[in-house]
C-alpha cells in the first residue's frame, strides 16, 4: 500500500447507527486531518492531529468523534448522524518540520456517506 | 482569514485546446503558500503543485504551467493541448505562515475536455 488510503470507500447508514471511517497513512508523516466536502461547498476542515494530538477542532458536532492512535491511523466514529452529514470524508497527512513552512498535505481517496 | 475564488464553476473545451484556470486569493499573511489539486471522479485530490509567496517565477511542468502574480494576487492554472483524461475539478488552496494546519481551498473548478 502506498500513499494514503481509507476504507470503507462508500458507507450508507441510518440514523440511529453507529459507524468508524478508517484511514491510513503510508508517507511516514506526523500529521493527520479530516475534511468533509458536501456538494456545491468548499472542502471544510474538520480535525488536525499533530504528533497524536488534536491541535484543531472545526466546531465540529459532537456526533463525530476521532480518534488518532498512532502517527499511522486516523478514526472517525460516526453516530446518530443527520441526513445532511452525508458527504465526501476525506483523510489527508503531512509531514509538520516544526518549521514556519507549510506543509503539502496529501489525500487518501475518501469515504462517500450516505446518511438516511 | 485568507480566502481562495476560483469564479470559473465549469468550463468545457475540446480536446487539444489550451484552458486556464483560475485563482485569486486574500491573505494578509507576508508569507504564504499556494497549491492546485486535481480531483478526478475516483475522489481522491492529487496533489499538483506548491507555491511559497517569495517565488514569483512560473512554473512549467509538461502540458501544466502556472502564473503566480501577486500585484494581482492570483496563481492561475494552464493546461496546453488539453486531453480527456484532464477532466476533473481542480482546486486552488492557500495556507498561511502561522496558520499551517488551516489550508483553504476554493471552490473548485470542473473542467470537461470532450473528445
Known amino acids: 500500500e502506498t500513499g494514503v488510503t481509507q476504507t470503507p470507500r462508500h458507507l450508507v447508514m441510518g440514523m440511529t447507527n453507529k459507524k468508524s471511517l478508517k484511514c491510513e497513512q503510508h508517507?511516514?508523516?506526523?500529521?493527520m486531518y479530516w475534511y468533509k466536502q458536501s456538494a456545491k461547498k468548499p472542502l471544510e476542515l474538520m480535525f488536525v492531529?499533530?504528533?497524536?494530538?488534536?491541535?484543531e477542532n472545526n466546531s465540529v458536532p459532537s456526533r463525530f468523534s476521532p480518534e488518532c492512535p498512532n502517527s499511522s491511523h486516523l478514526f472517525l466514529h460516526l453516530h446518530t448522524l443527520q441526513p445532511e452529514d452525508s458527504a465526501l470524508y476525506l483523510c489527508?497527512?503531512?509531514?509538520?518540520?516544526?518549521?514556519?513552512?507549510?506543509?503539502?498535505?496529501?489525500f487518501g481517496p475518501g469515504t462517500r456517506l450516505t446518511v438516511l | 482569514a485568507q480566502k481562495v475564488t476560483q469564479a470559473q464553476t465549469e468550463i468545457s473545451v475540446v480536446e487539444k485546446e489550451d484552458v486556464t484556470l483560475d485563482c485569486v486569493y486574500e491573505t494578509r499573511d507576508t508569507t504564504y503558500y499556494l497549491f492546485w489539486y486535481k480531483q478526478p471522479p475516483s475522489g481522491e485530490l492529487v496533489f499538483l503543485i506548491r507555491?511559497?509567496?517569495?517565488?514569483?517565477q512560473n512554473e512549467i511542468s509538461g502540458r501544466y504551467s502556472w502564473n503566480f502574480q501577486k500585484s494581482t494576487s492570483s496563481f492561475n492554472f494552464t493546461i496546453t493541448a488539453s486531453q480527456v483524461v484532464d477532466s476533473a475539478v481542480y482546486f486552488c488552496a492557500l495556507s498561511e505562515r502561522y496558520n499551517n494546519n488551516d489550508m483553504r481551498f476554493g471552490a473548485g473548478t470542473r473542467l470537461t475536455v470532450k473528445p
Open positions: 492531529y499533530s504528533l497524536e494530538e488534536r491541535v
Open positions: 508517507l511516514g508523516h506526523n500529521a
Open positions: 507555491r511559497n509567496s517569495f517565488d514569483e
Open positions: 489527508a497527512s503531512s509531514q509538520l518540520t516544526g518549521t514556519s513552512a507549510s506543509d503539502t498535505q496529501y
